[in-house]
């Protein structure tokens, strides 16, 4: 009987952080700034250009797909920055 009812906590702590690994939180903070970059590349079908978009945030780059961008629109005000 134990060793069912102890099969069946690791079962089910194993099952919980699975879950958690893959549930993605989304970053709702202010970041400093969106920069937009318009510089020409080169077009190419086998390397996709990389996004022409991002967030500068705490000093570093950060994909725009890391924010929840809902969040965002509500409680900041960002910077945008266009480079050529």
Known sequence: MKSISL??????????CA???NKTVLIQDCPE?????KMPGIIDKDNPAPPNAYYLYKG???E???F???W???NCQIKESVVH
Request: hydrophobic share 45%; glycine share 0%; net charge neutral.
């Open 64 to 66: 725009i797909s890391e």
């Open 72 to 74: 965002l629109e509500k």
């Open 7 to 16: 099969s069946a906590v690791i079962l089910v702590l194993i099952t919980a």
């Open 33 to 37: 700034e969106k920069i937009v970059d």
């Open 60 to 62: 570093q780059r950060r």
């Open 68 to 70: 929840d961008q809902q």
């Open 19 to 21: 879950v958690t690994k």
